[in-house]
């Protein structure tokens, strides 16, 4: 039964919704008509019934049951030794009581022989010593099921009056929330009819009634029956491979389409001929162009078949867009990754198309693009909810523009330094159906004077609240006379909010004259900030000469770091001079933390005779080394008539030094490449430098042949003058 649809404006944001959906199983040929509403009726009905349910044979009760079909008359001890279970105690022949397995199988006479599954057994007395089968016991024994009988129980079954297909009836309404519907006079169905209901309850309720497990219900009595109806909105597409209408039958609570319905509407053609009349009726206009020819030849050399999902970036370079297939997919058209103008007047408003603007706007990666955005004057609550969002967003943004108007067509513009398109709504027919779709084209004169409107709509509407909140905002900072980057930051960000109006609409002079404020105001502040960094930077260079140790120098370079956030990156002297002064802290606060450091040094034999005083100039808090060689090289040199007193005093002076930071050391030859010679002397001190590589040991020694070696180990070396001005 079709029904009256919601507005048109409603209509048109649930027809979004439906083909956001259809999109997964809809074909590239296939083209959105619309949709209409239509009622299925079902009914709830509420049973009780005396119900048997067949539980299958234990093994105990299937052997027991064929022992008392043999033999008539059985004891508990009889078959209990049948079975070889222990059940009694006897002295000839011996036998031994098993009290686990005599319970074992008092149970299980005692199961066959209870109310509940009929009393299948007759025991003679509470101990079983006369067991035999009973008439229902032999006709259960025949289908090896015990069974339970309950009398009075209740159970629910589902009928469908719209499509007759009740066994699927409570799949297709269990969970539906349908509206009731007093004594519905279009129902046939005897609810009363048992053959009827049984085989109903066979695929709702298998359970209750199924043959194959012997489970079944006598004595059916309605106990309450209520019927309703739900609507469903029925989607209409048009087929262009096919040359046929389709039917959707779509479950907006579920957000999906309801397959057995959409089968249904699709198979019975009278059906479907009724909402396509009902569409006929509603959806019906004239017009010169056959778009689904010009769809058509726009997608024909797209494969048809292929759902449309899989095919939507294909679809997206065409000129010509289904209208729902547009509105579902616009954000895709946007060039996220270059700068753009996008404008945007919308008719109406969905979820899909607020999340499609979100979604553009979470992307900008240009951030001097522009977005205008006309929404239409009256929106749903949800959707007004979604509008003060992005309301917010537009108020702290100065690229992000959006209001709201009495828009009587959609239109779209996206234009970039490369190209320039707009996309606009063009009516048409499908067959005998009114048709909308979004045509794109060249930026042309008309496309330019709609831009150009749009943009003086939001100047009229933006020019003079910005221009109100310039102006307080520059009243508020003159009263204060420090000046911050916060104050720049937020004239850059009123500067490039109001600068999109220029020259456009009622408050032309207006915007004019704030924004030559924002100039003159802005290198005021510039000047004064400049002023105050440098002052600050005058007492940072006055503390540095002032400062005694390391942890001084780390809190003046915490608080040079602060005065950083204020400095305007275009200002090349204030950031020349900030680097420089930091340069200048890290150097000082290295000299403190160098006098810290202990050093081994391997100071060479040439070093020694250079300058035989070396060892006292040295600061006693590093380690000197001594290698066996160099005192093997001075013992030497004693009998060097030139170089004896000399090479004398040094070995005196390493001798008699008290102090514990001299230490001689043999060479560790191991440490050494293995093409380096270890009989060579030079190598023999390297070798000793590097046991103390790890140490941050320094070879000192004037020989250029043993400089390059220690370069070659990576062995840090020193000349006498390059010692002399680090450590003496």
Not at 14 to 40: A, R
Not at 214 to 235: E, G, L, R
Not at 453 to 482: G, H, P, V
């Amino acid at each position: 039964m079709i029904t009256k649809n919601l507005t048109n404006t409603m209509h048109k944001e649930l027809d979004i919704e439906i083909y956001k959906h259809l999109e997964n199983v809809m074909t590239t040929g296939e083209i959105y008509i619309g949709h209409l509403n239509y009622d299925f009726i079902f009914s709830k009905v509420n049973y009780l019934a005396t119900c048997t349910e067949a539980i299958p044979f234990t093994p105990f009760d299937k052997v027991i049951c064929q022992l008392l079909t043999i033999d008539e008359q059985l004891s508990f001890e009889q078959i209990g030794d049948i079975l070889g279970m222990n059940v009694y105690e006897s002295s000839n022949p011996k036998r031994y009581l098993d009290v686990a397995e005599k319970e074992i199988l008092m149970e299980a006479l005692q199961s066959l022989a209870s109310d509940e599954f009929g009393k299948m057994i007759e025991g003679g007395d509470i101990n079983f010593s006369r067991c035999r089968l009973t008439p229902t016991g032999r006709e259960y024994a025949k289908m090896k099921s015990k069974f339970k009988v309950t009398i009075n129980k209740p159970f629910e079954l589902y009928f469908d009056h719209t499509t007759g297909d009740n066994l699927k009836a409570k799949e297709n309404f269990e969970f539906t929330k349908g509206i009731a519907v007093h004594n519905y006079l279009g129902i046939s169905i005897d609810f009363k009819d048992e053959d009827f209901i049984k085989e109903i309850a066979a695929t709702q309720i298998p359970d209750i009634y199924n043959i194959e497990k012997k489970n079944s219900f006598t004595d059916a009595i309605v106990v309450s029956k209520q019927d309703f109806y739900k609507t469903y909105p029925i989607a209409i597409t048009y087929d262009s491979h096919e040359k046929i209408f389709k039917a959707y039958c779509f479950d907006e609570k579920n957000k999906k389409t309801q397959k057995s319905f959409s089968q249904w509407i699709n198979n019975e053609s009278y059906v479907k001929n009724e909402i396509l009349a009902a569409l006929d009726s509603k959806e019906t206009v004239k017009s010169e162009v056959k778009y689904n020819e010009v769809y058509e030849e726009a997608i024909r050399h797209i494969d048809k078949n292929n759902p449309l999902i899989q095919v939507k970036n294909e679809l997206l370079t065409k000129d010509l867009f289904d209208e729902y297939f547009f509105l579902n997919n616009f954000s895709s058209l946007v060039p996220h990754h270059s700068k753009y103008d996008l404008y945007i007047c919308l008719t109406f408003c969905s979820e899909s198309i607020f999340d499609q603007i979100f979604q553009i706007l979470q992307k900008i990666e240009n951030i001097e693009s522009k977005i205008f955005i006309v929404f239409p004057e009256i929106l749903k609550d949800e959707d007004d909810a979604r509008y003060e969002s992005l309301l917010a967003l537009a108020n702290d943004s100065d690229n992000f523009f959006i209001t709201k108007k009495n828009v009587k067509n959609s239109f779209f513009i996206i234009e970039t330094d490369e190209d320039a398109n707009y996309y606009e709504i063009v009516i048409g027919e499908i067959g005998k159906y009114s048709k909308s779709f979004f045509n794109k084209n060249k930026l042309d004169d008309r496309g330019i004077k709609i831009k150009d409107y749009i943009k003086t709509e939001f100047s009229n509407d933006y020019a003079l609240s910005i221009c109100d909140e310039i102006n307080r905002s520059i009243q508020n900072d003159m009263e204060e006379d420090i000046a911050s980057i916060e104050q720049i930051e937020k004239l850059d960000f009123y500067n490039v909010k109001l600068r999109v109006f220029e020259g456009l609409g009622m408050y032309e002079e207006t915007i004019d004259d704030a924004l030559q404020l924002i100039e003159s105001f802005k290198e005021n502040r510039l000047e004064r900030l400049e002023e105050q960094i440098n002052e600050d930077f005058d007492e940072f260079e006055e503390d540095l000469e002032t400062i005694t140790n390391e942890n001084e120098g780390y809190n003046l370079k915490k608080k040079l770091e602060k005065i950083k956030t204020q400095i305007n990156k275009n200002n090349k002297k204030l950031v020349n001079r900030f680097e420089q002064i930091k340069l200048n802290i890290d150097n000082k606060i290295e000299e403190f933390e160098e006098a810290k450091r202990v050093y081994p040094f391997i100071i060479d034999t040439n070093i020694f005779i250079n300058d035989p005083d070396i060892i006292s100039k040295i600061n006693k808090k590093h380690k000197i080394i001594i290698a066996a060689k160099v005192l093997d090289e001075l013992d030497g040199f004693k009998t060097n008539p030139q170089l004896k007193e000399t090479a004398t005093k040094i070995i005196r002076s390493i001798s008699s030094s008290k102090s514990n930071n001299i230490h001689r050391t043999k060479a560790n030859l191991n440490l050494l490449p293995p093409d380096f010679n270890k009989r060579s002397p030079d190598n023999m001190i390297l070798a000793t430098a590097l046991m103390y590589q790890d140490q941050k040991g320094y070879l000192v020694t004037e020989d250029k042949g043993l400089i390059e070696k220690a370069k070659t180990v990576e062995m840090k070396v020193l000349n006498y003058q390059e010692f002399a001005n680090k450590f003496l």
